[in-house]
């Protein structure tokens, strides 16, 4: 096979990768988009809605990442991937005939579970395609299967929308979606190739030394920076999820007469290019400044977190929608540049055979705080404030309070700037020594 062979599947396999993540996030993100017309077809309470967005699906996503991360690392990853993108695709399009909230908790249950096998495959996939240079720009290309799942989600909805966009048929986008991805699990398993796991450590031929599990998983998690990147990206995350949650939402409450499919076209807009930019750019900055400093990899999270807590701020507290969706481009752009650094860290760092279960466990700590709990406690928070306030004054109030965790997430990236070197270095040495 040719070297210019050899790069066309390269970029094929991370396009097609990137394009699975897309439809993870267009999966995930739909519910939200779809909330006020599942709410009121349902009649959720907004607890329970925040449940769906978050707690109902998160748990059982984070919690089945491990074992399905395991299997990644031991056996074929682009089977594993394929197999978990059919299941949550299948559940995808169950949604769309759930007539209750226990119907739809089932259904949003078992698309959780199928996602967790979606990214840490993926993730051992592009560090076994890439080197250590280049993984944070390769895993921010991937990153970018969130805003543009995002945006494909707002413009589906649009698209399906009836001729009244007030009435929605939230059935029939789900079951459409589901169909699409069942068609692209397919595709994925002829396309893509599994590669030779931990390929970019071998200097000249030879194989990687394979280690105890109970030893790798030791070594990952005393390592100080793989635990702050890890916070940062979850507490950073806590809030944005909870926003996006209840974006649409608060925009109904902010304007009702503002036509609805126009916001959603805008919004998908606004993150495809906006959320886009910032994920493609942040992966990019980091790895430009990682040949200098690896600090880097925190320093430009950290920098994104801080630009991103003044907008945030305005978003919730503007008075009209025009001035809330410019204020959003702005909070994406940001949003979206810690994606790729944290992600390349959370590889890089890790024992060559416990990259799946690195992201895995990654992503377990990361969304049990983030999507667990962000929406949920922004759900409940509308609840309660709601009992003293008129709705829309509960819902500036309670994102309000989640974004505080803004605060954090620059700590954390901060104090990983400050460890990054150290573990950067040990983990080079370690990943030698296994080659």
């Known amino acids: 096979m040719t070297t210019e062979t050899k790069l066309q599947n390269k970029k094929l396999a991370l396009f097609l990768l990137t394009l699975v993540y897309g439809f993870n996030f267009i999966d995930r993100q739909i519910v939200g988009i779809l909330a006020p017309f599942i709410q009121a077809d349902l009649d959720l309470t907004n607890t329970q809605l925040g449940l769906l967005i978050g707690l109902a699906f ?53 698309v959780g579970i199928g996602e967790a096998g979606g990214s840490p495959p993926s993730h051992s996939i ?70 030779i796991r931990g390929q970019q450590e071998l200097a000249s031929g030879g194989q990687i030394k394979k280690h105890k599990f109970r030893d790798n ?32 939402k ?11 499919r126009l916001v959603v076209i805008l919004l998908g807009i606004i993150n495809g290019i906006a959320y886009a930019g910032g994920t493609y750019a942040g992966a990019k900055l980091a790895d430009k400044y ?12 950290a920098a994104a977190v801080a630009i991103a807590i003044p907008f945030v701020i305005a978003c919730l507290w503007s008075n009209s929608v025009v001035t809330h969706l410019i204020c959003v481009i702005f909070l994406l752009t940001a949003l979206g540049a810690y994606l790729g650094p944290s992600f390349a860290i959370a ?33 409940f928070l509308i609840d309660f404030y709601g009992s003293n306030n008129d709705p829309l004054q509960a819902t500036r109030m309670s994102l309000t309070t989640v974004s505080f965790s803004f605060v954090l997430s620059l700590l954390f990236f901060l104090m990983a700037a400050k460890t990054l070197p150290k573990d950067w270095a040990a983990a080079e040495v370690r990943n030698e020594a296994s080659a």
């Open 58 to 110: 998160a748990a059982f996503y984070t919690v089945m990442g491990i074992p399905l991360a395991l299997i990644a690392d031991r056996y074929n990853r682009v089977n594993t991937l394929s197999i978990c993108l059919g299941v949550w695709s299948f559940f995808t399009a169950l949604t769309g005939f759930a007539q209750n909230f226990w119907q739809i908790g089932l259904a949003r249950i078992g």
């Open 217 to 248: 998983l030791s070594t990952l998690l005393t390592i100080k920076s793989w635990w702050f990147m890890c916070l940062g990206i979850a507490m950073a995350s806590f809030s944005a999820y909870a926003f996006s949650g209840f974006q649409t």
């Open 126 to 195: 592009i560090s076994d395609l890439y080197p250590k240079e280049e993984r944070s720009s390769a895993l921010g290309i991937y990153s970018l299967g969130i805003p543009l799942g995002i945006m494909a989600a707002y413009f589906a909805s649009a698209s399906l929308m009836g001729k009244n966009p007030t009435e929605v048929n939230w059935r029939k986008i789900f079951v459409v979606l589901g169909v699409a991805g069942i068609v692209l699990a397919l595709i994925v398993k002829i396309i893509i190739k599994e590669p």
């Open 347 to 379: 590889q890089t760092l890790a024992p060559i055979h416990m990259r799946a279960m690195s992201t895995a466990l990654f992503f377990f700590v990361l969304n049990m705080i983030a999507l667990g709990f962000g929406p949920t406690i922004a759900g």
């Open 250 to 260: 608060f925009i109904r409450l902010l304007d009702p007469e503002f036509d609805f």
């Open 290 to 301: 990682g040949k200098k400093s690896v600090s880097a990899y925190a320093l430009v999270p």
